[in-house]
């Protein structure tokens, strides 16, 4: 019984510290872009209004290597912002975290900022 709560307790912590953080979110495949970039959503990140959304977007590489990004779209100005941003290695670790400008940049048709903006609001 000590053994077992004691593996519970170690497998909170490591939780807890960050570790399967990343995979304890709910990711929706968007697509993959020319680069071979695959683009997800988490779904259970999303924040909506009829103005805003904020949500977070994983790109991910080949080899694994993938960013999450904490971006806020405007609805009515068809713009969005980089709010945060973390680079991950495969295994699922930091590897850094930069600083956004969180300068705003059009959603052009196209792109994968497009397909996320037509997923929260459709083609408006």
Known sequence: MKKTLAAVLA????????IGSVDAANWYTVGTDSN???????????KK???KAT?????????????IVTE???????EVKDVKV???NP???VVKEEQPNKSTRKVEQGTPA????TLIWGDK
């Open 49 to 51: 209004d009829d103005k």
């Open 11 to 18: 497998a909170g912590a490591l939780f807890i510290g960050g």
């Open 114 to 117: 497009y397909a996320v903006y």
């Open 72 to 78: 806020e779209f405007n609805h009515k100005k068809r």
């Open 91 to 93: 295994q699922g670790y």
């Open 55 to 67: 949500l977070d977007i994983k790109a991910m590489d080949y080899e694994g290597y993938h960013y």
């Open 86 to 88: 973390t680079l991950y």
């Open 36 to 46: 071979g970039i695959t683009w997800s959503i988490d779904n259970d990140s999303v």
